[in-house]
């Protein structure tokens, strides 16, 4: 199997243009999740889908991010428009039936907003 | 809000040194507990615990968790320089999202 895989591994853009994430998910997993990571706030989650719907989008920032699933092998992260404070790895992950059971992770997507 | 705190935040030893670390949380009808292993990209499933006192283990790893007092440990035995990372513990209560804390930065030093 793959893995989870994330696209593109790394981001650079400036501020003010619209970033999207991409994420494919382990085949099989049925629940997806977006997460942040930054030195100051760890890892955080931002939103999650069970069977492509969203579940839990309680993390999500602000209106500038946005996520779809519009189907059980693909999902994007979006950004408009991007900030420098937007700046962090934003990780995929997915898994089995909701977060009781264990996260498979991407490698992660490093988004740097000059 | 459910919530999750790892201590020590960061750690570093000798190879050969067993080291203990902890994670404390609070959480609405917890369902279970994972422990990471973060190197230089993403995450790695190290552990999932579910019920207090049963002792998970894989080589050198072990863990275990106290649903009474709240808080689970993960060891390493003979730790090699290999085991430098950031450990990460994460929660699952009722709505079935994993909450992270801010996780222990491990260095083992030759």
């Known amino acids: 199997d793959a893995g989870v895989i994330q696209s593109p591994r790394h981001e650079v853009t400036e501020m003010g243009q619209e970033v999207t994430l991409r994420c494919k998910p382990i085949?099989?997993?049925?629940?997806l999740f977006w997460y942040r990571q930054t030195m100051m706030r760890g890892l955080e989650l931002l939103i999650y889908?069970?069977?492509?719907?969203?579940?839990?989008d309680s993390g999500m920032p602000e209106d500038r991010f946005s996520a779809k699933m519009p189907n059980a092998s693909f999902s994007t992260l979006k950004i408009q428009p991007s900030e420098p404070r937007d700046s962090a790895v934003y990780f995929c992950?997915?898994?089995?039936?909701?977060?009781?059971?264990?996260?498979?992770f991407g490698p992660g997507t490093r988004l740097t907003v000059t | 809000e459910d919530k999750v705190v790892q201590s020590p935040l960061s750690l570093v030893v000798h190879e050969g040194d067993t080291v203990t670390l902890n994670c404390s949380y609070e959480?609405?009808?917890?369902?279970?507990l994972l422990w990471y292993k973060q190197e230089k990209k993403a995450p790695t499933f190290l552990f999932m615990l579910?019920?207090?006192?049963i002792e998970k283990k894989s080589g050198r790893l072990s863990s275990i968790l106290d649903k009474k007092e709240l808080f689970s440990i993960l060891n390493i035995t003979a730790t090699q320089t290999g085991d430098s990372a950031i450990y990460l513990c994460?929660?699952?209560?009722?709505?079935?999202?994993?909450?992270f804390g801010q996780g222990t930065r491990l260095t083992i030093n030759p």
């Open positions: 992950a997915s898994s089995f039936s909701g977060g009781a059971y264990e996260q498979y």
């Open positions: 085949s099989g997993h049925n629940s």
């Open positions: 889908f069970n069977n492509n719907v969203p579940i839990d």
């Open positions: 959480v609405t009808n917890f369902r279970s």
């Open positions: 579910t019920s207090s006192g």
């Open positions: 994460a929660v699952v209560g009722g709505a079935q999202k994993l909450v």
